[in-house]
């Protein structure tokens, strides 16, 4: 497995160090030294106080396409403006963006994102600012980082460790522990001297251990610096952004980037506290709901539990299972059927998996999901790096009826989806029930693909009394229909 290599690197990060000691006369500083003088020098990169940067490109949503395989949704990105102020670690974000897909919530979105020192703080569209968590913060601390300015100008700073210096390819390489302790690796041509690219590591609560490596190109002069004009980023093999420079802007205006002192003075946001609710449906049926917007549903056969749905991550799916558990005690829970790949509704396979459920899947998911399996959580240890597991699946190709004297779910392939490639949905035929994710949720603002959720409905030939869905709320079929006439159905996006 590639994954397991990062835990080995880090191994072997500390103990270069240990071996190497910390001293910046060290040879590792060369590399650091090579790329501040391809950029403009000490003194010039010391001396510069604000970097803006203006330009337009494109934005992924990792975890959201149509199989597991495809492409990701592009968002194009405008009106991108990002500033930095590396020597008091404060940056402010703002960008348009406007979906390049067919999307039930709002195409277009603008936002505004600052960080100032370990204050993270979002900007509504009133003007208002938010404190953000400190995940955020963290984030932001490492995402200023991805550029050749702020890296270089990280390296040279005497609190700084630096370690590791290797070779790879036609770039020198250099590990750079800041003084929080953030971790990155600078990669500099080994002929122009100039940073070529960025990595650090993080955690995502589906893959992993990632890489978020930012590869810097079409460098241009600026006011005595150079810096590049093409900014492309990729977290693991996905790639996440691409941006194109039109103006780099040396010390430019720099009076918003200090965070409110309203915002300073805040409370980190308080996690919400984890709620998951029982309500009966029919008999032996639960809509598990509750805090969020993924829901799962509890079916209750003669001899075991199966659950629709283990969403977003750990925390919620374990809650689920554990709820799900409690209603019906002495009944072992043995099946969860993952809707679909899409990162919020596979978040609870790894869980899943680690407590005993076999994984109910349309069959073109179970590849990507053994991968997701396997892969390492060593940065955020979940309950599957602790204690791994073996999976076991239940494939589903066009349909499959989960059966015994007591509950019947029949469980069939969404065709023809423009979004969705590998969503299973289910339907109970005794009580008329539809149960499904991604189908249609009660509080989108338009159903650009309604007209085939109702095709697939038809075609199965089924008689749907009542909607039990994963997000939004439970309502009546025809209910359903009129929400969605009202708002798009017909294969056009409404609004
Ligand atoms: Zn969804």
Known sequence: MKNGIWSKRTFAVVLATLLAGCSREAPQGKVVDDAARALGGKERILAVKTLTIEGEGTDTNLGQNVTPEGELPTWKVTEYRQTMDPARGRMRVQQVR???????????????????????????????????????????????????????????????????PRRHGNQQLIDITTAKGDVLTLAIDS???????????????NLGDVAMETTFSDYESADGLKLPKRLTTTVDKYPQSDLRVSRNIVDGDVTKLR?????????????????????PVAK??????????????????????????????????????????????????????????HFDHSGGLRVAVAEGLTIVTYRGNI????????????????????????????????????????????????????????????????????????????????????DNVLRNIALRGLRVEKDVPVHGAMQSWAEVLKTMQLRGAGGGAGQ
């Not at 277009?108 to 994102?113: A, E, F, G, L």
């Not at 590849?367 to 602790?386: C, G, Q, V, Y």
Request: proline residues 7%; aromatic residues 8%; glycine residues 6%.
């Open 98 to 164: 406007t979906a390049q897909f067919l999307f039930a919530g709002a195409t277009v979105q603008r936002s505004d994102q600052g960080l100032d020192g370990d204050v993270a703080y979002n900007v509504g569209s009133d003007g208002a600012a938010t404190r953000a968590t400190a995940a955020a913060a963290r984030d932001r601390r490492v995402a200023l980082l991805h550029h050749p300015l702020t890296i270089v100008r990280a390296g040279l700073d005497p609190s700084t460790r630096l370690s590791n």
């Open 259 to 279: 965070a409110p002192e309203t915002v300073k003075a805040a409370a980190l946001p308080a996690a919400p506290p984890m709620v998951v609710t029982a309500d």
């Open 284 to 341: 032996g049926i639960w809509w598990l709901a509750g805090s969020g917007n993924h829901h799962s549903v509890l079916f209750e056969f003669a001899d075991h539990l199966t659950l629709f749905e283990v969403p977003l991550d750990e925390a919620r799916s374990k809650a689920v299972i554990d709820k799900a558990r409690s209603v019906v005690p002495g009944k072992p829970l043995t099946q969860a059927i993952i809707s679909h790949h």
């Open 191 to 205: 002929v122009t001297g100039l940073p070529a690219r960025v990595i650090s590591l993080s955690d995502n609560s």
């Open 367 to 450: 590849s990507f999901f053994e991968d997701l399996i396997a892969r390492r959580h060593t940065i955020a240890p979940d309950e599957m790096e602790k204690k791994p597991r073996k999976a076991h699946f239940l494939p589903v190709d066009d349909e499959l009826t989960l059966k015994d004297n007591t509950m019947e779910v029949r469980l069939y392939h969404l065709l023809d989806n423009p979004r969705e490639g590998t969503n299973l949905f289910g339907y109970i035929p005794r009580d008329h029930i539809l149960v499904q994710a991604d189908l249609y949720d009660s509080t989108w603002t338009q159903y650009p693909w309604a």
